[in-house]
């Protein structure tokens, strides 16, 4: 089956840009999708079909993807980023749903 | 503003089957696809299965001996059924709506406990 790879952990300064990874075999091939996940909420999506952000999600939120591996770029950090966040495709070939395992960003 | 809102008991016991119905407002569930999304405690997102606006379905295969999602379009719900329950089955369930092929609208998720 379809992994997704993440880093458990990130951390950055505040103004400063972070980039959270997302490995999978090929995944430049598929669309990937980010959600943010804070403390005792529900995911929201921040970046869909690699690089396209939902209405009301700073610009600060951008996303690339090629060859294997898939990127989301959080630009001029702010405290209130600091969250889970979550990559995911939707397998072509199985039609399976997979998440990555989540990357905990901290902000210093 | 479609809003999803997840419904079920809070406590399973072993070995017995767990029932969640989401709720959809704001839009007609006779379009798109519907998914039941689960997080231990502590732990990450694992997706359990979906169904689309045909009543198609597809489940993780980790799951799937023990998923059944079904949907009533007379009362715009879907709901989860998961069988034989144990306490890895402890976690918060969201019920979610895709765009694309991502999940743009989330329940606020409901919290099951599997204890006897």
């Known amino acids: 089956s379809y992994v997704l790879t993440q880093p458990p952990s990130v951390s950055v300064a505040p103004g400063q840009t972070v980039r959270i990874t997302c490995g999978g075999n090929?995944?430049?091939?598929?669309?990937v999708h980010w959600y943010q996940q804070k403390p005792g909420q529900a995911p929201v999506l921040v970046v869909y079909?690699?690089?396209d952000r939902p209405s009301g999600i700073p610009e600060r939120f951008s996303g690339s993807n090629s060859g294997n591996t898939a990127t989301l770029t959080i630009s001029r950090v702010e405290a209130g980023d600091e969250a889970d966040y979550y990559c995911?495709?939707?397998?072509?070939?199985?039609?399976?749903?997979?998440f990555g395992g989540g990357t905990k960003l901290t902000v210093l | 503003q479609v809003q999803l809102q997840e419904s079920g008991p809070g406590l399973a016991k072993p070995s017995e089957t767990l029932s969640l119905t989401c709720t959809v407002s704001?839009?007609?569930?006779?379009?798109?696809?519907w998914s039941w999304i689960r997080q231990p405690p502590g732990k990450g997102l694992e997706w359990i299965g979906y169904?689309?606006?045909?009543?198609?379905?597809n489940y993780n295969p980790s799951l799937k001996s023990r998923v059944t999602i079904s949907v009533d379009t007379s009362k715009n719900q879907f709901s989860l059924k998961l069988s034989s329950v144990t306490a890895a089955d402890t976690a918060l369930y969201y019920c979610?709506?895709?765009?694309?092929?991502?999940?743009?609208?989330w329940g606020k998720g409901t919290a099951v406990t599997v204890s006897s």
């Open positions: 704001g839009g007609s569930i006779s379009s798109s696809y």
């Open positions: 979610a709506r895709s765009y694309s092929s991502a999940w743009s609208y």
């Open positions: 995911q495709v939707w397998d072509s070939n199985s039609d399976h749903v997979i």
């Open positions: 090929n995944i430049g091939s598929e669309s």
């Open positions: 169904i689309n606006y045909s009543g198609n379905t």
């Open positions: 079909d690699d690089s």
